[in-house]
């Protein structure tokens, strides 16, 4: 079940999540352009004069220069966490003549490594959106805690796929004792016939 609403019992809990998500998403996006290099230095002798190779292979060489700007952003706002990350790009949707148009799903015309490389590509710029969206919420999170949010407060958040992060702060369920032991005392009982009675 794909959970959109999560409980956190403190905002510093929130905020390793969100490093944790980060991590993930960079990590993939890592494993998919080496998947992508692996499979262009593979075919590249077999295509080399097809054009839209060519193409694809420049897409790459693009998302190759961006993903370095991505990682001195990153670098950067890891250093300042005031400055706000600027927002992503909008991916554009135009469909390619090599994409067919079958109401939900879209087919490509042809069987191979183009139409495989072209969602590997898009696999990236929506990941890399994610990425951006959710280093702004962690950047913006951070910010709150330096002006004083506390770190110890329960909360929940929702995150969709489009969309700021949002949070609501919860009051805490926990009741307080008035009374309780630290420490059980144990010891030997005294019977009554060594108790010895004080008379006037």
């Known amino acids: 079940m794909v959970r959109l609403i999560r409980r956190y019992n403190t905002v510093s809990s929130l905020k ?8 993930e998403i960079e ?17 590249e002798e ?7 190779f060519l193409e694809l292979k420049s897409k790459l060489e693009n998302n190759l220069t961006d993903k370095n700007k991505t990682d001195a952003k990153i670098d950067h706002t890891k250093n300042n966490n005031k400055k ?18 079958l109401d ?7 069987i191979g490594l183009k139409g495989e490389l072209e969602l590997y590509f898009k696999a ?3 990941l890399k959106i994610k990425l951006e969206t959710l280093q702004r919420a962690l950047s913006a999170l951070n910010n709150i805690i330096e002006k004083g949010l506390k770190e110890d407060m329960a909360c929940i958040a929702f995150q969709g796929s489009n969309g700021p992060l949002q949070i609501s702060f919860l009051k805490t369920s926990d009741i ?17 016939e060594n108790i010895i009675k004080i008379g006037i």
């Open 104 to 110: 939900q799903i879209m087919v490509y015309n042809g």
């Open 16 to 23: 390793s999540n969100l490093e944790k998500e980060i991590e």
């Open 124 to 126: 990236i710029d929506e």
């Open 84 to 101: 706000n990350v600027q927002k992503p790009k909008k991916s554009s949707k135009k469909d390619s003549e090599s994409w067919y148009n």
């Open 46 to 52: 077999l295509s080399k004069d097809d054009p839209e």
């Open 176 to 192: 307080r004792k008035n009374f309780s032991f630290k420490s059980i005392y144990t010891c030997m009982a005294i019977s009554q």
């Open 27 to 43: 990590q993939s996006i890592n494993e998919y352009s080496n998947v992508l290099g692996e499979k262009i230095r593979i075919n």
